[in-house]
């Protein structure tokens, strides 16, 4: 798949921003980014859903928007929001499911066996959607983003909501589908779901401001990050402020991390310097980039992110 200047403007605002991007085959590849930087709106033109301002999409070897429908069959795509028949049973919403796909006779009730069996939903095939808990109604929704077994899966924010167990289980059948050559694209708010992709890509007010691989990404950063463990941290905060080679400052539980510019020679000495009238039990230490770091530094300003599992 391959983005290039895609833009997509609502009246005054520009949702997506020159967006260029390639996306390699059999990989996991993830939009991080805060609320309203334009994730989904990129997925949609992604998929074909949207149509680009300006900017051109191809996917699988089609253009888009103009290939869209040839596109569809092959990619499947699964909505922050439960997109199934919450009035039907599980088996009535996969069998509905393979006639939309157009699935020949045989093969849909193959499929629809198959990912009873693959997504642990045998025994829940006869209740309705609707009843189902979020880690049930989530597998449900992959079961039927692949129906039609996609070569290019497209999530958005598929985890939301979800316990972090059921979480953990979502990313192993994604790597299973992975390992049998199934292209992944997804969203996410989550640092830790994030740092599991191939490839990352963090947005923000639209544009792309990171891409790499997560550990590239934090070996990288052009900063040097300092913790700093207190229980003054508002005054430590205000302090740090003050000085012009502090990039940002994230607090991290009960620490804070200073990214601080690469020209200081000894970050920790200057840092507690700067430091010693606000709390007498202050430990600073240098410490490596970790993946919310690169976001903060990235965005430049503290988002609050779901806490990691
Ligand atoms: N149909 C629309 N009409 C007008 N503005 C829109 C529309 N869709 C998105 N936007 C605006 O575009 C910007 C990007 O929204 P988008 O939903 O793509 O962000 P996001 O990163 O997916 O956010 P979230 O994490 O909250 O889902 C926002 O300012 C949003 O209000």
Known sequence: MKADNLTRRFGPITAVDGLSLSIEKAQVYGFLGPNGSGKSTAIRMLCGLLKPTAGTVSVLGFEL????????????????????????TVLENLRFLSTIYALPRQQRRERVEQALETYDL???QHQFSGTMSGGQRQRLALAAATLHQPELLILDEPTSGVDPQSRRDFWDRLFDLVGHGTT???STHYLDEAERCHQLAILNEGQLVAEGAPAELMNTLDAQVVEIDTSEALKVRHELSQHDQVQSVAQLGTR??????????????EVTRWLKDCDDDIEVSAVSANLEDVFVAATENRQQLEPET
């Open 184 to 186: 992944v694209l997804l």
């Open 122 to 124: 045998r025994d829940l």
């Open 65 to 88: 928007p103009e290939q869209a429908d040839a596109v569809r069959s092959r990619i499947g795509y699964m909505t922050q929001e439960f997109s199934l028949y919450e009035d039907m």
């Open 256 to 269: 804070l991390h200073a990214l601080l510019d690469n020209d200081i020679d000894d970050p920790v000495a």
